[in-house]
């Protein structure tokens, strides 16, 4: 158990010299070392990590600190970090080390935060489960035999086991929302264009975006605060000012209206995790919030639009992996053509290779109407849904996810039913809006479960004033006691 709540009883326990930073680094180290069958990190900085902790802990005696000195951060392996290895858990780039850093990670370190290591992750976040990686499966803290969702499990396993403060990941479709069900945590998908995308390994790239997994609420804003703002270096970053997210946890006026759709507690929904939903619901009217039912008719038709849009990006932001100018290249070639065949074949995985023959063909000249622009009209049309229920309620709660983690290897030979379990997460990316999983309670076997919180474009603040107020703030337990 660490001697700290959140961040900011960690900073004042080291000012005040009842914390040493040095001795919590190697507690994460030590923990790093003994949790290694989780396989929830690709590298780990282990002499840098105590090298910074003595530069950073002379900083806060000094009290010459950034905003998020000591905060101990794992960062996905897709983000990238100048002179370190950006793998995204591929072959192809095995042996790429990125040439300059992620603006998100930049400003971690910009504020004394200290990067422990890369975690582990599906290949080019492609996936629900982290089975997808070129380093082999992460495990789930909670249950070693089941996945810890995807694709940035090796960030949400880190959190929840206690490797780290916090740690970054991405979310294109729910990478950050259901790994963070699964596991236990807090995990924050920000707005599209709160967070510059800069040095994030493009999936797809309308889609794509940045945020925390946290033990704590409080963690979650104070990384939230640094990693946003506009940036020139990514034209899709949004010029907006950034609110003070951690100046504003508590409510300060009316409560926000909550609602709910029927088609996020329909059939394929665990009975646990719809009960777990309901009370919720119950807890917050009797707690004084307002409950309003909505609909959002469009939601049978998001992953089916999801699949069409992401992997059709995909298959153009991929076309860079092609042997010749970085990464992986095949010596078995002949002539310049065979090369770029077999360094793709050799060096992408299963899923990845899908995904790429999927979306060249709704691009392909006969299907691009049928599939690709008939996917955008339907994305347009849930981003409707999604306005429409936004003039009626502040906050929209749904599950994070169907299920609780499933059983390693469960769903590996079946895509159709992996990409159900993103079934509640990837409204949020077709329509750009921001959410987030809340770790609510435990199921009967003990496994975690998450509830999600959806709010309109850039009100993250409301998404984090509700995470931090009652009946959320309890934390796990909800249906167990
Ligand atoms: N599981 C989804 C997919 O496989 C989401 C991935 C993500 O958000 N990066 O595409």
Redesign the pocket.
């Known amino acids: 158990m660490l001697p700290y709540s959140n961040f900011q009883d960690k900073i004042e326990k080291i000012k005040n010299g009842r914390l040493s930073l040095i001795e919590n680094v190697n507690y994460f180290l030590k923990r790093i070392k003994n949790n290694k069958k989780l396989n929830a990190f690709n590298f780990v900085f282990e002499d840098e990590a105590r090298l910074q902790a003595e530069i950073i802990e002379r900083k806060i005696k000094s009290g010459s600190h950034g905003r998020l000195a000591g905060l101990v951060i794992a960062v996905k392996d897709v983000l990238s970090m100048e002179g370190k290895p950006n793998t995204c858990s591929s072959k192809i780039l095995k042996d790429f080390n990125a040439i300059y850093t992620a603006t998100a990670v930049q400003k971690l370190l910009d504020e004394d935060a200290l990067i422990i290591g890369r975690t582990n992750?599906?290949e080019f976040?492609?996936?629900?489960s982290t089975e997808n990686s070129a380093f082999g499966p992460v495990l789930n803290p909670a249950d070693n035999e089941r996945v810890p969702g995807?694709?940035?499990g090796g960030s949400a396993a880190a959190a929840a086991a206690e490797l780290c403060d916090a740690s970054l990941g991405?979310?294109?479709?729910?990478?950050?929302r259901?790994p963070a069900a699964f596991c236990g945590v807090y995990g924050l998908k920000p707005t599209y264009g709160r967070v510059s995308r800069y040095g994030l390994t493009a999936?797809?790239s309308s889609?794509?975006s940045i945020g925390p997994f946290t033990t704590n609420i409080e963690d979650a804003a104070a990384i939230l605060q640094v990693i946003s703002g506009k940036d020139e270096k990514d034209s899709t970053s949004a010029d907006l000012p950034v609110p003070d997210f951690v100046g504003n946890l508590s409510f300060n006026g009316k409560k926000p209206v909550i609602g709910f759709a029927k088609e996020c507690f329909s059939e394929g929904l665990s009975p646990e995790i719809k009960k777990v939903a309901e009370d919720l619901l119950d807890k917050l009217k009797s707690g004084g919030f307002i409950i309003k039912e909505i609909h959002l008719p469009h939601t049978e038709y998001t992953i089916a639009a999801?699949?069409i849009l992401?992997t059709a990006e995909a298959s153009s932001n991929l076309a860079r992996y092609d042997g010749a100018r970085y990464g992986y290249r095949s010596d078995d070639s002949s002539s310049l053509l065979e090369m770029y065949k077999s360094s793709r074949t050799e060096g992408f995985g299963t899923?990845v290779k899908r995904?790429i023959m999927l979306g060249t063909y709704v691009l392909s000249a006969g299907y691009y109407d049928a599939y690709y622009k008939k996917a955008q009209k339907v994305r347009r049309l849930i981003k409707q849904d999604f306005d429409n229920a936004f003039k009626e309620v502040d906050l929209i709660l749904t599950p994070t996810t169907p299920t609780t983690a499933f059983k390693i290897g469960e769903k590996s030979n079946n895509p159709l039913e992996?990409?159900l379990?993103?079934i509640y997460?990837?409204s949020a990316?077709l329509s750009g809006i921001p959410g987030i999983s809340i770790p609510a309670a435990k199921s009967s076997e003990g496994l975690p479960i998450g509830i999600q919180l959806l709010a309109n474009q850039f009100e993250e603040v409301k998404l984090l004033q509700t995470a931090s107020s009652q009946p959320f703030s309890k934390g796990e337990g909800l249906i167990n006691n």
């Open positions: 992750c599906d976040a492609m996936g629900s995807g694709s940035s991405t979310d294109t479709g729910g990478s950050i259901q999936f797809a889609f794509d999801y699949y992401t899923e995904r992996m990409y379990s993103d997460t990837t990316n």
